[in-house]
C-alpha cells in the first residue's frame, strides 16, 4: 500500500478561538499518539484530507512530515468528526503512530463482489449486514478494502468471516458473523410486482374516461329523449 503524504504543522494555540480561526484557515485540529510516546498537538491541511475522504483511502497510512531526523511521522487514521452539515468539512482527526515492523489493527470496509446467482435466477435478495471489520496486519500489508465474492451464493447461502482468508491478514471479528446473505424476498416484495400490474391494468387508457371506454364516434353520450 502507498504512504500518503498530507501536509500537517504542529498547532501553536489551543482554545476555541484558536480552533475556529484554524478552521477558517482551511486546517483541521488534530492528534498524532501512540507508540508510548508523548502525544502531539497539531493540525493538518482539510483539503488534502477531504481529497483522501473523496479517494477512499482512509485505511492508507499517512506520512504526517512532523518528525525529524531519522524518525518518521507514519500514523494510520484512528477517528474523524465532520462538520454536521458540510461533508468535506472536518471537526477534529485522531492519527496513531505506526511502526513498520509491528502489526496494526485497523478499520477496513468490505466490498462484495458478483450478482449470485441466488439473485440472478430465483429473485433473491442479497444482505449485507457488515460494511466494515477491524484487521490485524503488518502496515504494509493494509488493503484498501476486503472483497468477497458473492456470485455462487443461492437462496439460503450465506459467507461468514470463517470462510473469509485473506494472506498475511488476521480478521477480528468472530467467525460465525454473517457477512453476506441470500433470502426469499420478503412479503412485501413478492405482491408489489402483482399490485403494481393491478394498478397499470386499472389505469384508464390516454384520452378515456375514468369510468369506461371512451364511446364510440357519433354516439349519444346522454340518455334518449322521448
Known amino acids: 500500500m502507498d504512504i500518503i503524504k498530507l501536509k500537517a504543522r504542529p498547532r501553536t494555540g489551543s482554545g476555541k478561538s ?11 485540529p488534530a492528534i498524532y499518539y501512540g507508540e508510548k510516546k508523548e502525544p502531539v498537538i497539531i493540525e493538518v491541511d482539510n483539503r488534502e484530507f477531504a481529497a483522501i475522504v473523496r479517494g477512499k483511502k482512509l485505511t492508507h497510512l499517512i ?14 487514521i484512528r477517528e474523524v468528526q465532520r462538520h454536521v452539515i458540510k461533508n468535506d468539512r472536518y471537526l477534529h482527526i485522531d492519527f496513531q503512530r ?7 489493527t485497523v478499520d477496513c470496509p468490505i466490498e462484495l463482489v458478483g450478482i449470485p446467482v441466488g439473485v440472478k435466477d430465483s429473485g433473491g435478495v442479497l444482505g449485507h ?9 503488518m502496515p504494509a500489508d493494509i488493503p484498501d478494502k476486503i472483497s468477497i465474492d458473492v456470485t455462487e451464493l443461492k437462496i439460503g447461502d450465506s459467507i461468514h468471516f470463517r470462510d473469509v482468508s485473506i494472506p498475511n491478514i488476521t480478521i477480528k471479528a468472530p467467525g460465525d458473523e454473517v457477512v453476506a446473505v441470500v433470502t426469499h424476498p420478503t412479503r412485501e416484495e413478492e405482491v408489489a410486482k402483482p399490485a403494481e400490474a393491478e394498478a397499470a391494468a386499472a389505469t384508464p387508457a390516454e384520452g378515456a374516461p375514468a369510468g369506461g371506454a371512451a364511446p364510440a364516434s357519433g354516439a349519444p353520450k346522454g340518455k334518449d329523449k322521448a
Not at 18 to 28: D, F, I, N, P, S
Open 18 to 28: 484558536y480552533t475556529r480561526k484554524a478552521r477558517l484557515e482551511g486546517w483541521v
Open 129 to 137: 449486514p457488515v460494511k466494515r471489520v477491524k484487521i490485524e496486519c
Open 63 to 76: 506520512d504526517l512530515g512532523i518528525a525529524g531526523g531519522q524518525e518518521t511521522s507514519v500514523a494510520v
Open 98 to 104: 505506526v511502526a513498520m515492523d509491528r502489526t496494526v
